[in-house]
């Protein structure tokens, strides 16, 4: 009698596993983030608090605290954390509109990147192979369109940065597309919230001027919070519109294709 033969172990197991093992560590570390409250620290309020030994540091050893920015960007956009806009002001403020604007911009890029490939990995392609002929007719639209719509969004940041990420993964997006849109629509949003953030000296002025006539007046709390809206300068704003403007470039762009492919046909 034969031996029987053994049966092939089966790879599915260990494959799924490490294809959805990146997606659990993210979200573990996203609520770790926010069960210690670690978010409330990436905000306004905080960095005016220690604004001015966050400047010392930056004086002392500028290119380590450069270094440390881009990683904190890095990591907050890869968790998918709303604090893009906030960061890239601070770069510009830190470091210079110009400096502070390119850094921001790769780092947005790189963690956008990360959680697109973990997002597309994990979810995104078991997601469209399970989906109907409908979702993946789509999902086939959106990449034949992808880079030019993905720039767009990218240029006129109506739709939440984390969750153009997602969108792109799970509509099968390649990988270089994604990024080559990513940095080009993140180069002029960066230097527009970084040439705000330059400016950034006046609005922590009137915010401590503020408090300090609250003080004056004998008030025993004087934790007025900082309004994230006095960054809106005419300068920011002339810089949005400018944004607006060259979000249609890719409308356009797209427009123009569609009608050439009709009239070769």
């Known amino acids: 009698m034969a031996d029987a033969q053994p049966k092939p172990h089966s790879s599915k197991g260990p494959s799924r596993l490490w294809r959805t093992l990146p997606l659990v560590l993210l979200v573990l570390a996203v609520g770790a983030v926010f069960a210690t409250g670690l978010h409330r620290s990436l905000s306004f309020e905080t960095f005016i608090r220690y604004q001015a030994w966050i400047r010392d540091l930056v004086a002392a050893r500028p290119w380590t605290m450069l270094g440390a920015f881009c990683l904190i960007y890095v990591v907050a956009v890869t968790l998918s954390l709303p604090v893009s806009a906030f960061l890239t002001t601070i770069g510009g403020y830190l470091f210079g509109w110009a400096l502070g604007g390119v850094v921001a911009s790769m780092a947005a890029t790189l963690g956008a990147t990360n959680i697109f490939l973990i997002a597309r990995t994990s979810v995104g392609r078991p997601l469209l192979k399970k989906a109907g002929s409908r979702i993946q007719g789509l999902a086939a639209g959106f990449r034949r369109q992808a880079f030019l719509y993905l720039l767009s969004l990218r240029l006129m940041p109506v739709v939440p940065f984390w969750l153009t990420n997602l ?24 230097f527009a919230f970084a040439f705000a953030g330059s400016g950034l000296d006046e609005v922590i002025s009137r915010h401590e ?53 009709d009239e070769g046909q």
């Open 167 to 190: 969108s792109a993964a799970f509509f099968g997006m390649r990988v270089r597309p994604f990024v080559l849109a990513t940095q080009l629509g993140m180069l002029p949003v960066s």
């Open 209 to 261: 001027q503020r408090r300090a006539d609250c003080l004056a007046a004998g008030q025993s709390e004087c934790t007025a919070g900082f309004d994230a809206g006095s960054l809106l300068t005419p300068e920011l704003m002339i810089a949005l519109a400018i944004l607006g403007i060259l979000a249609l470039v890719p409308v356009v762009l797209r427009h123009w294709r569609r009608q050439a492919v």
